[in-house]
């Protein structure tokens, strides 16, 4: 790299680059970066048409694993788990149709936040409205399972004028009847619990209204509480504090931070809520505890060099997945307080990016700064596949995304679904 020139590996030369003087210069060191992974994306893309697949380890495929599985070489675990590595490596990208009641709204705003619920039948999704704020709605995910792909979505015209920073679904009266939405209202946030019956083609006249809303300080992100010691609770991540809300009772509880508090998610089978934070700190609360002066009341703590993203505890709950604003993916034991494993490849500075653990089928998934959603074995941290997007890389069009072997409930179909833009695809199963 020389000072005042760049390199043209086209041809093979240097080129001086020419000042600005205020005049407009083509030849800036962020064109040439994003002129050469516009022509890596595009041509990722055309191996990806051209079905040129590699395994995802060398000597692995379905003979293989089959004979070692029938000598009893494998484990029944091990053996599901590797499939799925095979798979995830033959997924194909597919576009789906989006089918809506009013026929002006699909397909016509920018796809900025989905969310699945936990039997992966239902997404809920943010759009970027053009004059300014959000949309909300619900996609209904049963007709994935036929060759049509097409699926329904329901909107609620009635919040499209709030800004959301996060959202989660929220199990209230049933699984998954509600959603917590967090974001600016206008100059202080706002938190809201939104039944989602909202959402539906019935009778508008039968909708209920909103269960719980109050205005609060920015918000950055949100948590569920599914631990029966801590019913009915919700969590807020706010600048420096946390705030722990009794939806029933109206009952709040705060917790003061030194930095901003940018993810959170509760343990199921401890009364636990665990924060990650702009400083790059990770820690524990029980919630059920009064006392809360000074910072004797954080029971784990881990540290990033970064701050963190996102965290998602694994289904024992002796272990936490992090990532941080340096690309980098750790997964902490969290009886030792000690990072075990790293996940390579990840791209990020400054977004708020989230985790996708799929501990059954043994996968990690995370979608990148720079547009490319890649798929990690959880087991070994073994890289399995990068995927491109199918738009150009750009800040506002970076995928958003949910896998599941089950897209569509119990009798669902596996796959990825991949919202960017104003499209929405499906990447299947082979």
């Known amino acids: 790299e020389l000072p005042g020139f760049y390199y043209d590996s086209e041809k093979n030369r240097y080129f001086r680059l020419l000042p600005g003087h205020n005049n407009y210069n083509p030849l800036t060191k962020e064109s040439i970066q994003y002129k050469a992974m516009e022509c890596k ?158 959402f539906s083609s019935t009778n508008p006249g039968d909708r209920p209204g909103m269960l719980c809303s109050f205005k609060i300080s920015t918000a950055w992100s949100c948590a569920w509480c599914l631990n029966p010691q801590a019913d009915n609770c919700f969590s807020t991540g706010l600048t420096r504090r946390v705030l722990v809300t009794n939806v029933v009772t109206g009952h709040r509880q705060t917790f003061g931070t030194s930095s901003d508090v940018l993810a959170q998610q509760f343990a199921t089978q ?69 990072c075990v494993k790293q996940y390579k490849g990840h791209h990020n500075e400054y977004a708020v990016l989230p985790l996708h653990v799929n501990e059954e089928e ?11 959603t890649r798929i990690w074995s959880l087991q070994d941290a073994h890289l399995l596949r990068t995927i491109p997007s199918p738009h150009p890389a750009s800040k506002d069009a970076i995928p958003s995304v949910v896998f599941s072997s089950r897209l569509g409930g119990r009798q669902g179909v596996p796959g990825l679904l991949m919202a960017v833009k104003q499209d929405l695809y499906h990447f299947s199963y082979n």
């Open 41 to 198: 994306r595009l041509r990722l893309l055309e191996e990806e048409e051209k079905q040129k697949k590699k395994t995802t380890r060398a000597g692995l495929n379905s003979s293989v694993l089959f004979q070692k599985r029938q000598l009893g070489l494998l484990s029944s675990t091990s053996y599901c788990r590797l499939v799925h590595e095979l798979k995830v490596n033959c997924m194909q990208r597919r576009k789906i149709e989006i089918h809506s009641p009013d026929s002006s709204v699909a397909g016509t705003n920018n796809f900025k936040i989905i969310v699945a619920d936990v039997a992966c039948e239902r997404i809920f999704t943010v759009n970027d409205v053009e004059h300014g704020g959000c949309k909300y709605g619900i996609i209904n995910l049963s007709g994935l399972g036929k060759e049509s792909l097409t699926v329904e979505m329901y909107d609620n015209l009635y919040f499209t004028n709030r800004k959301v920073n996060s959202v989660c679904w929220a199990s209230l009266t049933h699984p998954d009847s509600h959603l917590c939405l967090m974001g600016i209202a206008e100059t202080p946030g706002c938190a809201s619990l939104l039944p989602a019956s909202l």
């Open 362 to 372: 043994g996968l990690l998934t995370a979608v990148g700064q720079d547009c490319y």
């Open 270 to 338: 401890t009364p636990m809520l665990y924060n990650g934070c702009r400083s790059g700190e990770i820690f524990s609360i029980d919630v059920r505890q009064r006392n809360r002066k000074g910072q004797s009341w954080k029971a784990i703590r881990l540290f990033h060099d970064s701050a963190v993203t996102s965290i998602r505890l694994l289904e024992a709950e002796h272990y936490l997945m992090a990532a941080d604003m340096a690309g980098k993916i750790k997964l902490w034991d969290l009886r030792t307080a000690k």
